[in-house]
């Protein structure tokens, strides 16, 4: 019943933002307990946690991708959004959005995924 989908730019200049958008139907954002989930997978590499936006409005990062990116949420469109800044070739990847459940947190697990999109960083 849940769905999300990532939607945004396929290509980004190096040196500009990156900015995709998560859509969800089938639950509101605002749902206790889960938090919205941004991951990556570069070429060749495991999945790398980016961030989450929590039910409650509260935002959390990497501590390795902190100082570049910011999640944020539009409650009436039940969407949340990516930004990263100042992208390099290294950030080139598939990026998933995902839900986590957990009244105490989330652990590490995902009960839904959106399909991911392939994200280019080239001049």
């Known amino acids: 019943q849940v769905q999300l989908q990532e939607s945004g730019p396929g290509l980004v200049a190096p040196s500009q933002t990156l900015s995709l958008t998560c859509t969800v139907s089938?639950?509101?954002?605002?749902?206790?307990?889960?938090?919205w989930t941004w991951i990556r997978q570069a070429p060749g590499k495991g999945l790398e946690w980016i961030g989450f936006?929590?039910?409650?409005?509260?935002?959390y990062y990497s501590p390795t991708l902190k100082r570049r990116t910011s999640i944020s949420r539009d409650t009436s469109k039940n969407q949340f959004t990516l930004q990263l800044n100042s992208v390099t070739p290294e950030d080139t990847a598939v990026y998933f959005c995902?839900?986590?459940?957990?009244?105490?947190?989330?652990?590490?697990?995902?009960?839904?995924w959106g399909q991911g999109t392939q994200v280019t960083v080239s001049s």
């Open positions: 995902a839900r986590a459940p957990g009244r105490d947190g989330p652990h590490g697990e995902y009960d839904y």
């Open positions: 936006m929590a039910f409650s409005g509260s935002a």
């Open positions: 089938g639950d509101s954002i605002t749902t206790k307990y889960y938090y």
